[in-house]
């Protein structure tokens, strides 16, 4: 059985009805240290939904305390865990939402401005900027950084993949204009550790639907130009060392995802 248990939040906040019609939804598991920070600015939402997977520090309790409605369920990957987190939403609209996520001040503004009156049904794109250590990423391939994160609740279908899930939007789409913070790694020992956690996922994921990998020759020429992308084309050289070391980790995830999948393949 998929919900484990629910439980009911021990915060009682103004009435729904002068709130935000949307339900955030946000998988959490040990996020207490990002919950902090994303939790504050979501009151002015009618839900906050959460499907936690397994925590052992405070995130039930720090959500519990922010009104947030919580399902203790079975992590089953991040494509099926996050299509049931929105199906179980109650709004007519849906904001993805991740733990380590920050909405600021003028996207919220922003968003509640859109729903002064019935809004369009039209799904909205939000750029999201890095924070890392102690600098955001301005440019690169961490900036711009657009993703589909507020949509109708009956607009959309879960594309289901083992990393990078994404949603596939039946209305038409626009962009909105303010940020989302994002504090994705600690620091370069952790972005190290999420890059190979990844690129184990995308090789598995690659192995069962294409069964012959590229060349020793063709992963480092990818990996290449994938640094010269992040780190020339898209100006990533303007972060400082940041941007070169960025772009640098970034070409070790190609030679790494790659290599993993021509392993598995054998």
């Known amino acids: 059985m998929f919900f484990l248990r629910k439980i009911k939040s021990v915060v009682t906040l103004a009435p729904v009805s002068q709130k935000l019609p949307i339900s955030v939804c946000i ?54 865990t996050r299509r049931k987190l929105f199906e179980a939403a109650s709004q007519p609209w849906i904001l993805w939402l991740d733990a380590d996520e920050v909405i600021t001040a003028p996207l919220l503004e922003e968003i509640t401005d859109l729903f002064q009156s019935p809004p369009e049904k039209i799904a909205y794109s939000i750029n999201r900027i890095v924070y890392f250590e102690g600098k955001w990423i301005r440019h690169g391939e961490w900036f711009p ?59 598995g994921q690659r192995s069962r639907t294409q069964k012959k990998p590229p060349s020793n020759l063709s992963i480092a020429a990818r990996s290449w130009v994938r640094f010269l992308k992040g780190y020339l084309l898209k100006r990533g050289f303007l972060d400082g060392t940041h941007g070169f070391k960025i772009a640098k980790s970034r070409a070790a995830e190609v030679r790494l995802k790659y290599g993993l999948w021509k392993t598995e393949s054998k």
């Open 27 to 80: 998988l959490t598991k040990n996020e207490e240290e990002n919950l902090v920070r994303t939790l504050p600015p979501l009151d002015r939402f009618a839900e906050i939904l959460v499907f936690d997977s397994g925590s052992t520090d405070r995130s039930i309790e720090m959500c519990q305390e922010a009104g947030a409605v919580i399902h203790e369920v079975e992590w089953e990957g991040f494509g099926t």
């Open 145 to 203: 950084d657009w993703v589909m994160r507020l949509f109708p609740a009956d607009s959309w279908e879960m594309i289901e993949l083992d990393v990078h899930e994404s949603v596939k939007i039946s209305c038409p789409k626009a962009k909105l204009n303010g940020l989302i913070e994002h504090y994705s790694f600690r620091d370069w020992e952790d972005l190290e550790k999420r890059s190979e956690k990844y690129a184990a996922l995308w090789a």
